[in-house]
């Protein structure tokens, strides 16, 4: 086994915030506001900002909302809460997007026809369910139940879960030609204020109709990190995404000799969203799995256990290697063809196409003219790797700072035509990004990615936290209930507030409101107290905190509460 890691300290702290119990029932989307308000908003507060989104549907402390006419969720909780939330809330898609794999593997599967995927269906979950943890298990048989609850009638079970969850890595086991990806990273001397930005571009198979399923979903681990996945429903694994720690995702297809099955690497992308605060916490995860075949990654950090030094490395895997290259990483001088070095090295930026530029793992390479072929004349190294490269050096030369605009330029430079599925840039220092899916219209016509809409999306905007602590959970009706409200977040200052009702069987009440102003990456907890009404109906009954963007309707987390209300 082959291990180069440069110098990275690998043991690192987790950063957490807290949910709630919560509710499976589900909710309207209305608003709710009362006249009942405690202020602790400050003047010098950051000012308001007003999400454009709308609620469309609420279940537990899951929410949908439409931007743009894309479909936005939020869920909450443990594996079990999130998994509902999520099956409920994107039934439609999830079926959807299993109809789509039929023309994906008659595109992508040198052949096959698109019906083969109910044979690939069971035969994928069977081979990958090994590498699934517990707790994936549960998201996705929650996912099931709660699409179940959404459509008694669906036909999807765990094993299409599981397969749409494996699916890369049974393409790449088979090394499908069509995946090609790209990434970088730039920050410091190269960059806007010295902040960190990050490209990711997916270049797989496009016209099958998955286009029409991208979702993206903001996701609060229950004690983990706040993150967002931009992909496609069902797809609990991150082939794309941020966390609240800035930890931004590339990734690029390497194909090698090297391979074999494992545990499917949106999984442990996803686990370093939920849990990790540095890139350190990459290399840990992924040189502690059973990895599956050859893949570039780029991995960054906006430097939250660093004093706020942005940091980003390229890390180069196969089944049984990995290495880890820094920015303008000497070792990268190693990488020849006849003698002749192909390797970039730029300060304060990571990139890669599919070359591995390690020896050893270019020596089982089957990408870009792999093993003995030269690199360089390959259209991967020409138009990606090197075309990323060109682009970093273009603005340096011109004395432009790269931030998000310049990075979406580069996008649309490197992204293959035929292939353009998604490209995401990230602004991982101030937690916000920029996704273009393809689309395809009414008509047929298909949009690459690259030349579609850049929306954006603030992760920033979502990472408060919110959760209800009650002084006792069995109030009188007429009595007084106190509530604390503990809120945590890793983004900036906000005003906010908490709006609190209680749902019986019988009916909704307003309890009331608290303002409040959160400081930048810092954690408060206001109180309330309220009163039970008198003419609530006894027995079960949940309490509900809203939070919301100050004097807005906007939606920012949301906590659940039972209660049993005695006479």
Known sequence: MCLAVGGLTLGLAVSCTSSS????????????????????????????????????????????????????????????????????????????????????????????????????????????????????????????????????????????????????????????????????????????????????????????????????????????????????????????????????????????????????????????????????????????????????????????????????IAVESTSRDLVVFRDDDPREDLALYNGQPYGIRIKDAVFRGDCALDPHIRSRQTASNGPNGDPRTASAYRNRYKGQADGIQAYATAGIKIGAAECIEITKNVAMPSHSLQCCVYANSDLELWVADAKIDAQGNLTPAFQGTYEHHSLDYFTPTLKIVPDHTQPALGSTLNLAFPITTLGSERQLEVRVRLETSTGTHDLGVVGLTLPKADRVTPTLSVTIPAGASTGNATLVADLHEAYTTDLVDCAELQLTLTP
């Not at 139940?145 to 969850?165: Q, W």
């Not at 991208?214 to 967002?228: I, M």
Request: aromatic share 8%; charged share 20%.
């Open 21 to 312: 119990s919560r509710s499976n029932s589900a909710t309207t989307a209305a608003a709710t506001t009362s006249n009942t308000t405690t202020s602790s908003t400050s003047s010098n507060a950051a000012p308001l900002r007003t999400n454009t989104a709308q609620v469309v549907e609420r279940v537990g402390e899951g929410w949908l909302e439409l931007k743009q006419g894309r479909k936005v969720v939020h869920v909450k909780g443990g594996p079990r809460e999130r998994g509902y939330q999520y099956g409920y809330l994107l039934a439609d898609e999830i079926e959807g997007v299993f109809k789509a794999l039929e023309n994906y593997v008659s595109a992508a599967g040198a052949g096959l026809p698109g019906s083969v995927i109910h044979l690939l269906s069971p035969a994928g979950a069977y081979l990958y369910k090994p590498f699934f943890s517990a707790a994936e298990i549960e998201e996705l048989e929650a996912i099931v139940d709660g699409m179940r609850a959404k459509h008694p009638s669906t036909p999807l079970d765990l094993d299409d879960l599981l397969f749409i969850n494996a699916l890369i890595d049974v393409g790449g086991t088979v090394d499908f030609s069509v995946f090609k990806c790209s990434s970088l990273a730039v920050w410091g001397s190269l960059s806007e204020q010295g902040k960190l930005f990050q490209t990711r571009c997916i270049d797989l198979t496009t016209g099958t109709g998955l286009e029409n399923h991208a979702v993206v979903v903001y996701v609060k681990p229950e004690g983990g990190v706040p993150y967002v996945n931009p992909g496609w429903a069902g797809m609990i694994g991150c082939p794309s995404g941020l966390n609240a720690h800035g930890i931004g995702i590339g990734q690029v297809w390497a194909f090698s000799d090297d391979r074999q099955l494992g545990r499917p690497w949106i999984l442990a992308t996803m686990e370093l969203l939920a849990t990790g605060d540095d890139v350190g916490d990459a290399v840990r995860i992924f040189l502690n799995d059973q990895r599956t075949y050859g893949s570039n990654f780029v991995f960054t950090d906006r430097g939250d256990t660093r004093g706020g030094q942005p940091r980003g």
